[in-house]
């Protein structure tokens, strides 16, 4: 394969170090050259240290400011023009508007990435409409827009987004399968439900608070639910660190903060719970069901793409507390070889499908295709 510059664009360093570190690792593996450009955090050294180039540009996600999203496309398209990437590759709502206006502009080559649908086609106020409108001006000039299931695709066709033609479904971001293999990681004593990700009303963590109430009246079996991420401020549907205090000071859950080593906090609990409004195809519930760990998810496209109904965990209505805290009841009543035979159904179902050299083929193919 001819050698590219091919670069990555997203609204934290942290998401392409979590979720596209060794897809960047990979390409470069390749012989390829990879800039990643993302606002400049702490997860910024890993990037660098994988062998990335850097460039620094601030995204204010959560900012309907016109003038700030104005300095985000003028940020982006000097870099475009300065850069000269041969492929861009856009994730998240604003690198995909403005970084695709942007790389319009410059007349540089770019894939948008849509990693999940988020408030726009959650909420239908004005912002959403607009949003809309900004991502089919901004798509029109992407050679193609990936998405992580059927679901958001058909969304954004049906809204006139974009046509049919255009678009591609990929297997998610694919799971390092290698680097998450179970261990014999010690459990807590205490039948524990762990959600694990961004802290976000959109989430369903008000549902998840909810039926833990509600279990603690329908049974009398010991358990906990601990709550696993960062606080993301800049995202709409953030939840306060105020609220999440809250919270364990009445015992309804304990707050774990963050961390970078997600591996070992997974194995320790007994079933990882996401009972989230939308999704792309959750890099949560792969890692869980790569560890062998039983799930509990809403009934949405996405989090059924991993979480097959009583086979691998179950699936509940969403936004639906009671429904939330019987399928949590159920898990608990499971004995211990049924919870270990749901994790190894989980395993399995990964390898089949959702194994990271299955995604970057995605990403190979289309440097082929279009540089």
Not at 197 to 209: A, H, N, Q, S, Y
């Amino acid at each position: 394969m001819q050698k590219k510059h091919i670069a990555l664009v997203s609204n934290y360093s942290w998401t392409i170090y979590r979720f596209r570190l060794n897809l960047a690792k990979h390409l470069i593996k390749l012989g390829h050259d990879v800039t990643v450009i993302a606002p400049k955090e702490e997860h910024t050294k890993y990037i660098i240290e994988a062998g990335c180039k850097f460039v620094a540009c601030k995204v204010s996600s959560k900012s309907t400011n016109p003038i700030e999203d104005a300095r985000l496309y003028k940020r982006l398209l000097k870099i475009y023009q300065d850069v000269k990437p041969d492929l861009v590759f856009h994730y998240t709502i604003k690198p995909i508007i403005w970084g695709g206006l942007a790389a319009k502009k410059a007349n540089v080559k770019s894939i948008a990435v849509t990693t999940g649908l988020g408030y726009v086609f959650i909420k239908n106020n004005l912002i959403s409409k607009i949003a809309k409108r900004l991502y089919k001006k901004a798509l029109e000039g992407s050679l193609q827009v990936w998405f992580l299931n059927e679901h958001d695709r058909e969304r954004f066709v049906n809204a006139n987004i974009i046509q049919h033609s255009k678009s591609l479904v990929i297997p998610g971001e694919g799971i390092d399968l290698k680097g998450f293999e179970k261990s014999s990681q010690t459990k807590n004593e205490i039948f524990t439900f762990l959600y694990f990700g961004r802290m976000l009303w959109v989430k369903g963590l008000k549902e998840l608070i909810d039926a833990q109430n509600i279990l603690k009246k329908q049974t009398n079996i010991k358990f906990q639910v601990h709550l696993l991420g960062f606080l993301d401020w800049d995202n709409p549907s953030s939840i306060s660190k105020e609220q999440i205090l809250k919270w364990e000071e009445a015992n309804y859950a304990k707050y774990l903060g963050s961390t970078d080593d997600i591996k070992s906090e997974i194995e320790k609990v007994h079933c990882v719970v996401l009972p989230s409004y939308s999704e792309g195809v959750p890099m949560s519930l792969m890692e869980a069901a790569a560890l062998q760990i039983p799930i509990i998810a809403t009934n949405i496209e996405g989090c059924n793409d991993i979480v097959v109904d009583q086979h691998n965990g179950f699936l509940c209505q969403t936004k639906n507390a009671q429904d939330l805290a019987d399928k949590m009841e159920k898990m608990l009543l499971l004995n211990d070889q049924q919870r270990a035979k749901m994790g190894e159904n989980g395993r399995q179902l990964l390898e089949e499908k959702f194994d990271q050299n299955i995604v970057f083929k995605f990403y190979e193919k289309a440097i082929a295709t279009w540089v």
